[in-house]
């Protein structure tokens, strides 16, 4: 058989996903925090973009804003940040280095320090300082506080340090004591003598290796340790389940003396250092709100607080692209031009994309807002992909991380979307959500009829009720909301008696 060379066409259908695409992908995604940083980075990145924001009236006595951010850059000046932007500087650099921090005055008008640059100025410093002084100290921090008056030395102190570096924001000591003495290559005994000077620090507790060893420690400050206390801590698990009985045999006390230790030991702190920072809980901004209108009508808008506003600024490109003499300079502008208008554009197809998808959402489960939780109905992403006319992915991108401001509250996107419980005698399925709601009625009315469910008890309540579900499932939905199960409610309920 013969080889030979020779030429073929072929035609054929292929998507190729453009790096603009892929980012005008990953814009869907992003949070409004994460949004925030993603813009600012650009912002010091390309020079032609800007903020839209409200200007003041100009006076005759000052210049606005937007007109120095224009006219004061002469054509020196223009070349001069036009070979810097393209330089192979850090953005950090160039932010610092290259950037006028203050406007120039214009002829015949004063300059406006409004809009001016602070660094290195004592208000600025000023604030920094206050920043410093007001903010929660850590527990390693407290913790390093507390080494440094407590007199240890040399070798002690530096195994003090690797210890509170070990120990996480609970308290915990989260680290091998034989691995950190063959790493810093003492004896266990010093590690061992270090350890219990560190366990003395406040909070009391901190640096134990487990519940018992910090709860322990916490007996023992309050001159409680007892044998008696002893065996309770090593009968935990007994106390979880509330088995009094066996308790009171582990431990060799009565009723009373038991109750008394339980008391106790419910006053202690299992996680010593929960009172100390971790990173402050920021507050959840709602991407859209949603207002009930006359005639029993949902409004749906969307947050203009989280939705950043960028121009492309048309009179500086004009001005740069006149001086721009090479074509590494033309083509810096051209492509710094290409993205701005690309990004303005993207950020407006996300915010179209997201009101789509969240009035979709609210027109589903209409039920919900005016009725409950009850009400929700079983929804995934293909129904609302179907109705707006997308991809599931681009509704499970647009869905993450966005929130939605309700009239029953602030609910992730992700909240609507639950699974379909199927109804008895062919009737509308429910929410696996509404049904765990109904599940916990069902269980805080125990409390008041005295009379516990079982979980096959249930499942039978919730059949007349029009509600297909085996009781593994109903077992499922029971210990994801950290519900005891019948035995253990029937136990406590005769306690409560």
């Not at 054509?75 to 810097?84: G, P």
Request: proline share 4%.
């Amino acid at each position: 058989m013969a080889l030979g060379a020779r030429l073929e066409l072929r035609q054929g259908q292929g998507l190729v996903i453009t790096p603009q695409l892929q980012q005008a992908i990953k814009l869907l995604q992003l949070s409004n925090m994460e949004l925030e940083a993603f813009v600012e980075t650009e912002l010091e990145r390309n020079p032609l973009l800007q903020r839209e924001e409200a200007e003041p009236e100009p006076t005759a006595e000052a210049v606005a804003p937007s007109d120095l951010s224009t006219d004061r850059v002469e054509d020196s000046e223009a070349r001069a940040d036009l070979d810097a932007s393209y330089d192979d500087s850090s953005p950090g650099e160039r932010a610092t280095g290259d950037t006028p921090e203050a406007p120039a005055a214009e002829a015949g008008g004063a300059i406006d320090w409004s809009k001016a640059g602070r660094g290195g100025g004592f208000d600025g410093d000023a604030e920094g300082m206050e920043g410093s002084l007001t903010r929660e100290k850590t527990l390693a921090e407290h913790l390093q506080d507390q080494l440094a008056v407590a007199g240890l030395t040399g070798p002690e102190a530096a195994v003090a340090r690797v210890l509170i570096d070990a120990v996480d924001e609970g308290g915990y000591l989260r680290a091998d004591l034989d691995e950190i003495a063959e790493r810093l290559g003492c004896d266990m005994a010093l590690i061992e003598k270090v350890l219990a000077v560190v366990q003395g620090f406040e909070p009391t507790g901190v640096a134990a290796r487990d519940v018992r060893e910090c709860l322990m420690l916490q007996l023992k400050d309050r001159n409680r340790f007892d044998p008696a206390m002893d065996a309770l801590l090593d009968n935990l698990a007994l106390l979880a389940r509330r088995d009094m009985t066996a308790l009171k045999r582990a431990c060799g006390v009565d009723d009373e003396d038991l109750k008394d230790m339980v008391a106790e030991l419910r006053a202690l702190t299992p996680r010593p250092g929960a009172a100390f920072g971790g990173e402050p809980v920021q507050a959840v901004a709602p991407d859209v709100f949603v207002r009930e209108s006359a005639g029993g009508l949902w409004h749906v808008e969307l947050n203009s607080e989280t939705l950043p506003r960028l121009l492309v600024d048309q009179r500086y490109h004009a001005r740069v692209s006149a001086v721009a003499r090479s074509d590494q300079d033309k083509t810096f502008v051209s492509e710094c031009m290409a993205q701005a208008n690309w990004l303005v554009k993207s950020l407006d197809q996300r915010a179209k994309t997201i009101l789509k998808v969240s009035s979709e959402i609210v027109r589903q489960q209409d039920g919900f807002l005016a009725y409950g939780v009850e009400h929700l109905r079983p929804l995934n992403l293909k129904t609302v992909a179907d109705a707006i006319g997308m991809h599931e992915s681009t509704v499970s991108r647009v869905t993450s991380n966005k929130y939605i401001a309700t009239p029953r509250g602030v609910f992730e996107m992700k909240f609507f979307f639950t699974s379909a419980i199927q109804a008895t005698e062919g009737g509308e399925a429910h929410s696996a959500e509404s049904v765990r709601h109904k599940i916990r009625q069902l269980i805080d009315a125990e409390a008041r009829d005295t009379d516990v469910h079982s979980d096959d008890r249930i499942v039978e309540i919730l059949k007349e009720a029009g509600v297909d579900i085996a009781r593994r499932t109903v077992a499922k939905y029971r210990e994801a909301m950290r519900i005891p199960s019948s035995v253990e409610r029937r136990r406590m309920l005769k306690e409560a008696i």
